[in-house]
């Protein structure tokens, strides 16, 4: 980038300010608002004391990037010049700018040295009050002085008051927290907060500091949430081990297994260089049901050799041994599921990796405790009961019938083969048809108790005309009883753009959700007659900010039929009713004024061109001529003449230069003057002329919707035309193709660790047959839920792919061993199939019961919990209840038949003896 710069550095003007390149995040935008203010202090002095004293504090916290300062109002030496006097005493501006610069001049004068001491002498040659300003001499006439407060009036006033900032409906300098890319939002918002308690005591009276936004608040409120649900998945795992067992120690074993697995997969994390946040938090959710998985399937084989009269470690030493192999191919199945998530693209796939990492080291720890820890604790806690209670020979009456008539089910499903496979079939087919109905985005809008609302007023307008609509959008704020704090922002970037933030009370204090405040808000900042205003809800996975749909058209052809293609393209974007404040960033009607100079008069006049330009620049824009030094910093002195001056483009013809004998020339005599309109800013995009055209999107319309809307739209109204998606529109695109490769790599790994394991490629592919089914529950859940196809529930869907196929492992590897005793392929799957129903069940309970917390979520950031809770709700519940009958069945069908590796050994030395033989005899 410098060595780009460095090529072009000759082609631009030789006075201008050297070029600074600096690196910065893309999405570095404050993680924090403080608002400051005073009832008894100038403006400038608020700025003053902010920049000076409580900015160098916030900059030394730990984590912090920078703090900005909005609204800053930075002290300088202001020359009003008033171009009458100006003129009469036959000055020019640069006549001013000489004499400033002559007299304000800082140099070293050197030392004296006696024998003994030595002194620095300080030539104080420098101005540094208005009167000292004041009181240079322009000109010497004969001993007639013209000074500078002769022609000018010189004040202590801001360089620029182009940005209005405004906390709570008073006016405030506003300064925003900035993190580093690798720091902790929470460690810096909390030594932030109490670096403003400190501040806040050493305020002179009258000053106020406050927080008017504060982002992580939602992150602590999310995180109480998520650690509020975990306990409630443990309480309800608890539940259904108990009710499926019936036996307080045995109900104790595999709860064991959720405390280990949970600090394994934190001390992962820590090594990974990892963060506990909202999204391992909801991997350790998960975890929950997840990891007594085969706790509880090493438990209830146990439990049953046990109760049939074994001794306590006979029961563990055979339960265990018979259910290891299953054990260890569950664990292997459900950890591969997320290797996959490496190769995820953008930053999507980054953030999820985390996540990735959390449930798959959960997993992993339960499968060792479930092959060690478990067995140990069986042979000691676990007893045998010859006689059981009521309560049990009740409930166990009850399994006993619910088991024979599953038997009886699967037994007639085994003699009606077609109609399974056609169920299967069918369900097959309703899970694409259900996937299409769904709508997409790149994640669903979470209530973070906060609304943004970009204003955007007619191009040209000043800032006083933003502030005052800022004003009554204030007023809009205040009538809202879910307000708890709002600030507003004009001026940035261009006078005519405008910010405001509202921060909405807690989660528990207010009875409507964000996007319900956001839906009030709508018709009101429509009707604003004089701007252009919306309210807008911060993306849920933070990064790109601004509208979702960010559509580019680009082009090769001139700007003026770049504008009427746009044009065109919003016209019909403005008839989609799910498309709301539908605008675009092309804007070719900046108003300007255009001076024409006569080079001819000039010449005869004798007034060179650049004098001109160098007038018109230093009264109209304002001119840096030196610096000053107050209170130990230096500060900007600049020439302009007064706002009273420069109201109107006539103002340009009362300014006079100097001509060739002295005589003053009014520059109407030499200029023209006409209005017109310019391009306020021209974009680029892939190095073609570029506009995007934004919108946000109304209640129930999704983002994928809009998307494919508008590129039906812009093919029909633009054919030929290039277009792109910028923004969040550009990360859906992006995380939508990485999460397809994500799920087929996850099924591909998946077939391949299960080919390995049973050493068979037939028998993973019974297994996997459960995946569909359960893709029929998931999509039908989020259907019926009102969720959408996003990043959430398609990492919930990665995830439900790896626990259905648990169910599938149980049957397959079991009916193997029974095919190894001698037992049919139908016998076989009938007797397996049978026997693993109740651990099947059980962990079904345990998954579903521990996900419901996260379906049911309220609060901070429910919207992205619930929708990976109802993927794995309604995924295990459909996908087990098939699975029960498919499995077995498709088993009966294609799987192969299974021998020892003893018996195997024989059979191949049978053959090779029989081949030797034959070959011996030809």
Sequence with gaps: MRDKVARVRGR???DIEEPVISKTEADAWPIMWIGFTSD??????????????????????????????????????????????????????????????????????????????????????????????????????????VRLRDVAKVTLAPASERIVTRFNGNPSVSLGVIRQSTANALDLARAARDEIDLISKTLPEGMQLALSFDSSVFIEESMRAVFFTILEAVALVALVIFVFLRNVRATMIPLVTIPVSLIGAGVLLYGAGFSINTLTLLAMVLAVGMVVDDAIVVL?????????????????????????????????????????LAFASGRTGRLFTE??????????????????????????????EPRHGRLFNMTERFFSRLNNAYRAGLVRALDHRAIVIAVMLALGAASVALFLQLRQELAPVEDRGVLFGPVTAPVGSTVAYTAEYMERIEGIFRGLPETSRYFTLAGNPTPDAGFSVLILKPWRERE????????????????????????????????????PLQFVVMTQAPWNELQAMVERLMDEARKNPGLISVDSDLRLNQPELRVGVNREKLADVGVPVDAVGRTLE??????????????????????????ADRTSPRDINDIYVRGRDGEMIQLSNLLSVSEGVAPKNLNHFQKLRA??????????????????????????????VATDLNGQSREFRDSAGGTTLVIVLALAFIY??????????????????????????????????????????????????????????????????????GRSVHDAVLEAATLRLRPILMTTGTMVLGALPLAFAAGAGAESRQQIGWVIVGGMFVGTLFTLFVVPTAYALAAQRHETFEQRLERERAKTARERSTSAAD
């Design 618 to 643: 230093t009264l109209l824009g304002g001119r840096v001529v030196t610096r000053f030094k107050r209170d130990g910093e230096q500060y900007d002195v600049i020439v302009q003449v007064a706002d």
């Design 512 to 547: 409507r959700s964000q996007q319900e405040v956001a839906r009030d808000l709508m018709p009101k900042f429509q009707s604003l007659p004089g701007v252009f205003a919306f309210p807008l809800s911060p993306p849920s996975l933070g990064g790109a900010r601004g509208t």
């Design 300 to 340: 209830e084989n146990i439990y049953r050799y046990l109760e049939g009269g074994m001794s306590k470690l006979d029961a563990a030493l055979k339960g265990t041994r018979e259910i290891a192999f299953a054990v260890v191919a569950m664990t292997f199945t459900l950890a591969a599921v997320y290797a996959p």
């Design 40 to 145: 008894r202090h100038s403006r400038l002095d608020v700025s003053d004391f902010a920049s000076r004293k409580i900015r160098p504090r916030l900059q030394t916290l730990p984590g912090i990037a920078d703090v900005r300062v909005f609204g800053e109002r930075q002290p300088s030496m202001r020359i009003w010049i008033d171009r009458a006097k100006l003129a009469a005493y036959r000055l020019t501006p640069q006549d001013v700018e000489a004499a400033i610069r002559r007299q304000n001049v800082e140099i070293p004068a050197g030392r004296i040295e006696s024998r003994a001491r030595e002194f620095s002498v300080l030539s104080q040659t420098d101005l540094a009050t208005p009167e000292q300003f004041g009181a240079v001499v322009v000109r010497d006439s004969g001993g007639n002085l």
């Design 691 to 720: 506009a995007t055209v934004t919108a946000s999107l109304a209640p129930g319309y999704s983002l994928g919707e809009a998307i494919d809307y508008m590129q039906k739209t812009s093919q029909r109204v633009l054919p030929g």
């Design 12 to 14: 631009l003007p030789l």
């Design 752 to 821: 391949l660790v299960l080919a390995a394991q049973f050493e068979s490629f037939r028998d993973p592919f019974v297994i996997m047959l459960t995946v569909p089914l359960s893709m029929t529950g998931a999509f039908g859940a989020l259907l019926l839920t009102g969720g959408t196809w996003n990043v959430y529930s398609q990492i919930g869907v990665v995830t439900l792919v790896g626990l259905i196929t648990k169910h599938g492992i149980l049957i397959v590897e079991f009916a193997n061993q029974l095919q190894e005793a």
């Design 355 to 384: 996540f990735a990492l959390a449930l798959a080291g959960a997993v992993v720890v339960s499968g060792l405790v479930a092959l060690t820890l478990s067995p140990m604790m069986c042979s000691q806690v676990l007893r045998h």
